[in-house]
């Protein structure tokens, strides 16, 4: 009779918290996680308390990604509609009454100073995928339309602050939604095609459109116009506007093959890199680590974004694919811009390097799109067993 009375052991309270975890996943994020605070440590251990901070936000990311993996996709499917109106009403609000900061409004004062914006970089695909869940089986074309209204009001808002960084992330993660619920290649190859010509003619018309008289009002304003030139002829301005550009491509040829060494890169630690622990931290990576240290990051990276896709794939749902799908594709998005704009492929935008740039908000943000995966992951293991 005593058994009956037995006290399970803590193991076997825990025990149902970690059943269900994706192992490969996790592999990828403990391995990308150890691989951002090397990286940190070298590029932030004179630069205050930059690591310190860093494996703080590391360890809430952990714990919001724990919390969340617990809620089943039919929860997170319940908060998609009040999240997304949530976040639009509050970038309204920072478009009436926002905090401006170096001339773009993209703060609110609630008490505590946010960014709205990044909520919506987890709220837009939540509430395509609920769209599109709603609608399963009956798909028609005003069913994309809206989609891609909802899509672009929070883009549009976020453009406006003005956050080019941001706006591409949440465009990115909602046409990820939308091509993943079945837009037609006869839609999206024109569109391609359409962007590929005219960057094609931006480059060939360069000599003209960047004169300094040259306005590019109403679609760009003079500072995005600033970066899209630099970003074509970085020269122009090696000591002002082109100098980002010039010191990370710099850093990153002169790691060569193996890399200067950890904590020997002279371009980081001589404060030649801006910003040398947030965007532009994969220069300070590649000079220390080299073309070697670069391969194994994009491995990490694609090995999570490969394992992400077959999470998606094996969703019990529509709304689990497709948010699966999107977040995965995010990271993509992620390593893509922030790599390509360091190296001199992109223009310069505000877009962190996962788990390696410093920044609480976009650790945060980390966390949830991580959690989120396992929660489907979690799903599709308790729907086979």
Known sequence: ?????DKPSPWTRLKPV???FDGPLFLAIVLLAAGGLVTMYSAGFDHGTR?????????IALGILFVVAQLPPQKLMAVAVPLYLVGVALLLAVAMFGITKKGATRWLNVGVVIQPSEMLKIATPLMLAWWFQRREGNLRVLDFLGAI???MVPVLLIAKQPDLGTSILVLSAGL??????????????????????????????????CQPGVSWAPILRDYQKDRVCTLLDPSLDPLGKGFHIIQGMIAIG??????????????????FIPERTTDFIFAAFSEEFGLAGCIALLLGFTFLIFRGLMIAADAPTLFSRLLAGAITLSFFTYCFVNMGMVSGILPVVGVPLPFISYGGTAMVTLG???GMLMSIAKSRRFMKS
């Open 176 to 209: 990820f939604v939308i091509f993943f619920a079945g837009l037609s290649w006869k839609l999206i190859i024109p569109v391609v095609v359409a962007g590929a010509l005219g960057i094609g003619a931006l480059v060939a018309a360069e000599d003209q459109i």
């Open 1 to 5: 009779m005593s058994a009956v009375f």
């Open 51 to 59: 690591f310190v901070d860093h494996g703080r936000n590391m360890l």
């Open 149 to 151: 209204g909802l899509l």
């Open 254 to 271: 002169s790691g060569g093959v193996q890399g200067k060494g950890f904590m020997k890169g002279t371009q980081t630690h001589l404060e």
């Open 18 to 20: 970690f059943t269900g």
């Open 368 to 370: 949830l799109s991580l």
